[in-house]
C-alpha cells in the first residue's frame, strides 16, 4: 500500500469517480453481464451500466448508506457501499424521493433488464439473515490496482465499522462469482444459501460480529 492512501467517506462531489470505478471493476461480473450485457461490445449495456451505477450512488446519499473509498493521492483506487441496519419503514419523504429516482429507469433500461434487478432484490432480501445487519451492496477495485490488498482493506474496514456499531450484529452480502465465495469465507463469512434468479447463480453469505 502506499504511505499517501486513505480511505474515507465519498462526497457527493465524488460521483463522477464512483460511476467510472464501480463501471470498470464490475464490467466482467456475473451480475452486470447477465443485467446489463457485456461492456466491451456493446455500447448500449455500457450506458445501461452507467445509468444504473448513477442510480446506486444517488440511492446511497438519499437513504444515508456507508459509501466508502480508498483513495492514493486523488485516485479513488476501491469502494463498498453498505446499508445500515433497516429500522421499520422509509420516512415518507425518502420513499416519494427514491421513487422519483427510480422512475427514470423505466424508461432507460430494458423492461427484461429492469425486471431482474427487482427479482433479484426481492429474490436476495427473502433470504438474508433475520438479525439486524449491515447489507454489502458491492465493493469493487480498480482492475489495475488488484492485487495490492484494497479490497482486503476495504473489507477490513467495513467489519471495524460493524463491530463498533451497536445497532448490527453483523453483514450480509450476495455473490455472483463461486471464487468470492473461499475468499469471503477466510474473513468469517459463511455460506447460507445458494438460489437461481432468473437462472444465474447467487451465493447468500453472512457474517456474525464477535459477541454477538
Not at 451500466?49 to 480508498?70: A, I, M, P
Not at 436476495?124 to 492485487?147: C, D, K
Request: aromatic share 12%; net charge positive; hydrophobic share 45%.
Amino acid at each position: 500500500m502506499s504511505a499517501s492512501f486513505r480511505i474515507s467517506k465519498l462526497t457527493y462531489a465524488d460521483k463522477p469517480l464512483f460511476v467510472a470505478l464501480v463501471s470498470k471493476a464490475f464490467a466482467r461480473d456475473p451480475l452486470f453481464l447477465h443485467a446489463f450485457g457485456d461492456t466491451s461490445v456493446d455500447r448500449k449495456a455500457r450506458s445501461r451500466v452507467n445509468v444504473f451505477v448513477s442510480f446506486l450512488f444517488e440511492k446511497s446519499f438519499l437513504l444515508d448508506e456507508d459509501v466508502w473509498g480508498y483513495f492514493d493521492g486523488d485516485r479513488l483506487l476501491g469502494l463498498y457501499i453498505a446499508e445500515n441496519p433497516q429500522e421499520g419503514k422509509l420516512p415518507i419523504r425518502q420513499m416519494v424521493q427514491l421513487a422519483w429516482r427510480t422512475i427514470p429507469l423505466l424508461f432507460r433500461l430494458p423492461g427484461k433488464t429492469f425486471g431482474f434487478l427487482n427479482s433479484y432484490m426481492r429474490v436476495t432480501r427473502s433470504i438474508a439473515p433475520s438479525f439486524p445487519h449491515r447489507y454489502l451492496i458491492l465493493i469493487g477495485v480498480e482492475p489495475e490496482a488488484r492485487g495490492r490488498g484494497i479490497g482486503k482493506a476495504l473489507l477490513l474496514h467495513l467489519l471495524a465499522e460493524v463491530q463498533a456499531d451497536s445497532r448490527s450484529q453483523g453483514v450480509a452480502l450476495d455473490t455472483e462469482n463461486t471464487d468470492n465465495v473461499t475468499l469471503y469465507e477466510r474473513f468469517g463469512f459463511t455460506l447460507n444459501k445458494e438460489v437461481l434468479v432468473c437462472g444465474l447463480p447467487v451465493y447468500s453469505m453472512a457474517y456474525i460480529k464477535k459477541g454477538s
